[in-house]
């Protein structure tokens, strides 16, 4: 039987959420003079919280208005890079990494599953010893260039467990002959953490200690 522990990532495996700071930070490098975009990249935050527009448009119109609609393969690989570095080395729990290689060593197949874009997802992935990653896809073309445009669902929600689905059959993994651990902070993830073996509610805010109480599934709070 095959054993995979897959963790969501922002705010279980990083202190805090990465999209926002990978955007501050790319623009800073790449394209300063597009600081005086953030107000209008702030009323479509304000747009997604009053409904109006969705997090997939949320996540394009904040790519488009901070990035541009598009940027070169080169400067992609340089700021997933950089920002990667930077939230290895300061911005993960230490609990996420003991248990990362406490699974590991149990001989876990470890997969990331995050709704964050795969695009610098990969390079903190990569840093963090997992072996696969299940994510949010932007449009790239044949040359490597990535564009603001979204492929496919938001990995978030129900959306998350269906792609997970996917990666399984994919990968040609019957669900019936594994064992699944699931990590994560958010009430969001309830569909995967129900569908999991052994949920674990980490670092978990109210929503989600509430139904995990509910449901008796293991509450866990890693130490920074």
Same mark, same amino acid.
């Given at each position: 039987?095959?054993?995979? *522990?897959?963790?969501?990532?922002?705010? +279980?495996? +990083?202190?805090? =959420? +990465?999209?926002? =700071?990978? #955007?501050?930070g790319t623009m800073r490098r790449h394209a300063p003079w597009r600081m005086i975009l953030v107000p209008a990249a702030v009323i479509a935050a304000f747009g997604y919280l009053a409904r109006v527009i969705d997090r997939a448009r949320l996540k394009q119109t904040m790519q488009r208005l901070l990035?541009?609609?598009? #940027?070169?393969?080169?400067?992609?690989? *340089?700021?997933?890079?950089?920002?990667?570095? @930077?939230?290895? %080395? +300061?911005?993960?729990?230490a609990g996420a990494r003991e248990r990362i290689a406490a699974d590991r060593a149990a001989g876990y197949r470890l997969v990331m599953a995050t709704a964050s874009y795969r695009f610098y997802v990969? %390079?903190?992935?990569? @840093? #963090?010893?997992f072996d696969d990653v299940i994510a949010t896809e932007a449009e790239i073309d044949e040359t490597g260039r990535l564009y %603001? @445009?979204?492929?496919?669902?938001?990995?978030?929600? =129900?959306a998350k467990l269906a792609a997970i689905e996917a990666w399984l059959a994919r990968e040609g993994i019957d669900r019936a002959d594994c064992h699944i651990r699931f990590y994560s902070d958010h009430v969001s993830d309830a569909p995967v953490l129900g569908w999991a073996d052994e949920?674990?509610?980490?670092n978990a805010h109210?929503?989600?200690? *509430?139904?995990?109480?509910? @449901?008796g599934w293991p509450i866990v709070d890693w130490e920074r």
């Open positions: 039987m095959q054993r995979l *522990a897959i963790y969501d990532m922002d705010r +279980t495996i +990083t202190h805090a =959420p +990465t999209w926002t =700071p990978f #955007l501050w990035l541009g609609g598009s #940027l070169a393969p080169e400067a992609v690989e *340089a700021a997933a890079e950089a920002f990667a570095e @930077r939230v290895t %080395a +300061t911005g993960v729990f990969g %390079a903190i992935a990569d @840093r #963090l010893g %603001a @445009r979204m492929v496919g669902d938001n990995v978030y929600g =129900p949920p674990f509610a980490v109210g929503p989600l200690r *509430a139904l995990a109480r509910k @449901r």
